[in-house]
């Protein structure tokens, strides 16, 4: 029976009873919590309080793994670190819980561990839930903590992102054994020099683990250092409302823009530097331009970086909205611009001026642009709008530089685009009408009827018009031409003239460094002789000492040698005589042992002889008793004094069997009980 409990059953686990609790927002509901590798439920304790509560994982059977037994032992001592209580893990094992896993299959293998209160950071991000700064400083500290103690330790969670990150100081159930602000759950996967390779690895959640160098799974001792470092920035930023807005959704960070140069990006890095400073953002600027794990920074750089950040210099420094309506600002004439270059675009005589745009260097400015562009129309695809998505992607590819990677992506995106846009619509259209019956043919028909029998006039004044605009298109074009060589000449005189004086101070600095660097030359060269004269002066009397301690050391080792043999020949003698001594007194004791041994086996003679004599007597008298008895008719008497001689005699019969005429009285005995009309004869 698979295990679906409801809302107060009972389960008893190891002799403890536990009740399962109620979902908080769902009554009627079993409080679960389903994730990648299992359902975690909640159990409280039925003679305790929610304080005791436990979590139950029940993993789905991919994950019902029997080395977790062995891999949670080795777990057990790092349930003291902070941020690790639920390393601290009983997993229901055959052997000890075989009624119930019995009777629900679905717990073979399921761990109980500490039940951890409170939000997880997901939950904070997905509600855009706003800290302090003070929260904030608190968050990232504790999980730079947590993860330095665990990098100490040569430990990797392995799966570090939002959903795996609590936060117990949010929960509503104060707790006053709370030892850390964060607690790691899901750690199934972790690494360590004692722990298995998981059959199945795991790459890390969204948002998190999309790191360049990840393909085949994470498992190492540096898994949590790029996931760490995008938590701990997003911990610290999420003090700026600015950062909070511009949040992706159950991450602050799109999965397709990790290690890019996304707007995200930049601003996060601008909010860590404006308000935590530089060295945080240098740490997290490192982590997201490493090219593998091991360059990423370590948690107890973080730690360091964190220790002397200053919240009331963050609480001073958020954005302001002046400064927020600026950006906006820019980002609108940035799309001004392109408005402006796509129109231009698209005329006959611009096609020079779009070849020398798209071929020349981007600027800073024009380079946002682009990037901003790109990332809205991937949005736009997202959210399944081709049509918008199809038109930032023409407004971008005036901006790109020709033949490079971006180009070559935006072009397959808008042919992607057409050709979807297309096909919907040939599949969607009804079958057209002819064009003699359309509403628009007839339309034009009357307006056309009009024009010719009243607008003569009216169509020769617009062809004038038209003309004249014309003439004065060309015109302008001309006068904006000559305007344009005249000053690309001037230009061009102006950077022959900037490169000859570059020539003539290139040339005259390289004649001064000529000159400098002979004279250096000729001061190292001198240096080097009196160098040299030095080291032979110290050479000679290096040598000299050398000579000296030579022999003093001759000495000593000839006076240590004497002395030595000395003192080995009187431990020798020493040893002779602790050996002769324990020698001795082995031999004495041995001889005791054997005299002793000796009158103890015939004291056991003796004492056997004594016995084995007063033996015989007894059978004698037993046999008297028994042949009195039956003389006297008393045949149960003489029965039981018959046992009695039988089961003395039995105890030492082969002595017995040789003493007089104990072995016949036996005969009697014998034939008497098993025929108690057997008269027994006078012996």
């Known amino acids: 029976m698979s295990f679906q409990p409801n809302p107060g059953d009972e389960v008893v686990i190891n002799d403890i009873a536990y ?9 009627g509901l079993a409080y679960a919590q389903a994730g990648r590798q299992g359902i975690v439920y909640q159990l409280i304790p039925r003679d305790g309080s929610v304080y005791g509560a436990k979590a139950l994982k029940v993993f789905f059977p991919k994950f019902r793994i029997p080395a977790m037994v062995y891999q949670s032992e080795h777990m057990e001592p790092y349930s003291e670190l902070p941020g690790l209580q639920v390393c601290r893990r009983e997993v229901l094992t055959p052997e000890r819980n075989g009624a119930l896993i019995g009777e629900h299959p679905d717990l073979l ?65 104060q707790n006053s054994e709370l030892t850390s602000a964060v607690e790691l759950v899901d750690v199934e996967q972790m690494y360590g020099s004692k722990m298995d390779r998981p059959d199945a690895l795991l790459a890390g959640s969204p948002g998190y683990a999309a790191h360049r160098t990840v393909h085949s799974g994470l498992w190492s001792s540096y898994a949590d250092r790029f996931a760490g470092a995008v938590i701990i920035a997003e911990m610290l930023c999420w003090s700026d409302p600015v950062i909070v807005e511009k949040a992706w959704g159950e991450s602050y960070f799109d999965q397709h823009e990790m290690q890019t140069s996304s707007e995200r990006y930049f601003a996060m890095r601008s909010s860590l530097e404006k308000r935590w400073g530089s060295k945080l953002s240098d740490l997290f600027i490192r982590a997201w331009e490493s090219h593998d794990l091991s360059s990423c920074p370590t948690f107890g750089e973080w730690y360091i970086a964190l220790a002397s950040a200053d919240t009331e210099q963050a609480d001073a420094l958020l954005a302001s909205p002046v400064e927020m309506q600026e950006d906006a600002e820019h980002l609108s004439e940035a799309h001004s611009h392109m408005g402006t270059a796509r129109n231009a675009a698209q005329s006959d005589n611009d096609g020079e001026t779009t070849a020398d745009l798209s071929g020349a260097k981007q600027a800073p400015e024009q380079e946002a642009v682009v990037n901003r562009l790109f990332l809205q129309a991937r949005a736009l695809e997202d959210e399944h709008k081709p049509a918008a998505a199809l038109e930032v992607y023409r407004s971008l590819y005036h901006f790109i530089p020709s033949n490079s990677a971006m180009q070559m992506e935006v072009e397959a995106a808008i042919k992607e685009l057409e050709e979807r846009i297309h096909g919907n619509k040939e599949s969607t259209e009804p079958v057209p009408i002819p064009f003699y019956r359309s509403k628009k043919f007839m339309i034009s028909s009357a307006v056309i009827i009009v024009l010719l029998v009243g607008g003569v006039p009216t169509v020769k004044i617009l062809a004038d018009q038209a003309e004249v605009k014309q003439q004065e298109a060309t015109r302008l074009a001309e006068a904006k031409a000559a305007e344009q060589a005249a000053a690309a000449k001037l230009q061009q005189e102006e950077h022959d003239k900037q490169k000859a004086d570059e020539a003539a101070k290139l040339k005259a600095e390289e004649q001064k460094k000529l000159a400098q660097a002979k004279q250096e030359e000729a001061e190292a060269k001198k240096k080097e002789e009196e160098r040299k004269a030095l080291q032979e002066k110290y050479d000679k009397q290096a040598k000299y000492e050398a000579l000296l301690a030579k ?75 028994a042949y009195n008895a039956q003389k006297g008719r008393k045949t149960d008497n003489a029965l039981s004094y018959a046992r009695d001689f039988k089961n003395l005699y039995n105890t030492d019969a082969s002595y017995f069997k040789g003493v007089g005429k104990v072995a016949a009285r036996m005969s009697a005995i014998n034939k008497f009980l098993g025929n108690s009309k057997y008269v027994l004869p006078d012996l």
């Open 19 to 27: 009740t399962i609790g109620q979902h908080p927002a769902a009554p």
């Open 551 to 625: 022999q003093e050391q001759q000495q000593k080792e000839a006076a240590r040698k004497a002395l030595q043999e000395k003192y080995d020949q009187q431990a020798k003698y020493e040893a002779y005589l602790v050996w002769k001594k324990e020698n001795d007194a082995k031999i004495a004791k041995q001889k005791a042992e054997a005299e002793a041994k000796r009158k103890q086996e015939l004291a056991q003679k003796e004492a056997l002889k004594k016995k084995r004599a007063q033996n015989v007597v007894t059978l004698i008298a037993h046999y008297n008793k």
């Open 109 to 173: 293998y399921a761990v109980l561990m500490p039940w951890v209160q409170g939000l997880t950071w997901f939950d904070v991000i997905s509600d855009q839930k706003q800290l302090t700064s003070e929260e904030s400083l608190r968050l990232a500290r504790a999980l730079a903590g947590t993860g330095s103690a665990m990098e100490q330790r040569g430990l990797a969670h392995c799966d570090m992102s939002a959903p795996n990150v609590m936060i117990p100081f949010f929960s509503e159930v």
